[in-house]
């Protein structure tokens, strides 16, 4: 079984957001909890430094772990828009 890719879509936060109490979720603690939680890492998925392209990461989920339970997850989160699991791009 191959790789799953999740694409995510983070949260636009306003100015109050990005300060707000101690313990609000916030997009940087994305890439944390993902990483404890399920033991994967984000990056973007459009590099470059445009703000509007910081907003969406990739996830790589190995082989074998359950792409849709973190991709649920990621939806949870106050701080993420939107996760889907990416279809292969290869037919099975």
Request: proline residues 12%.
């Given at each position: 079984?191959?790789?799953?890719?999740?694409v995510v879509q983070?949260?636009?936060?306003?100015?109050?957001?990005?300060?707000?109490?101690?313990?609000?979720?916030?997009?940087?603690?994305?890439?944390?909890?993902?990483?404890?939680?399920?033991?994967?890492?984000?990056?973007?998925?459009?590099?470059?430094?445009?703000?509007?392209?910081?907003?969406?990461?990739?996830?790589?989920?190995?082989?074998?772990?359950?792409?849709?339970?973190?991709?649920?997850?990621?939806?949870?989160?106050?701080?993420?828009?939107?996760?889907?699991?990416?279809?292969?791009?290869?037919?099975?």
């Amino acid at each position: 079984m191959a790789k799953a890719e999740i694409v995510v879509q983070l949260r636009t936060q306003s100015p109050a957001e990005l300060t707000g109490p101690v313990g609000a979720a916030r997009p940087a603690d994305v890439h944390g909890w993902l990483a404890r939680r399920f033991g994967v890492t984000a990056e973007p998925l459009h590099p470059g430094g445009d703000p509007d392209s910081a907003r969406w990461l990739r996830v790589g989920v190995p082989a074998g772990a359950d792409a849709e339970a973190v991709a649920a997850a990621l939806r949870a989160r106050p701080d993420v828009e939107a996760a889907y699991v990416k279809p292969p791009a290869d037919l099975p």
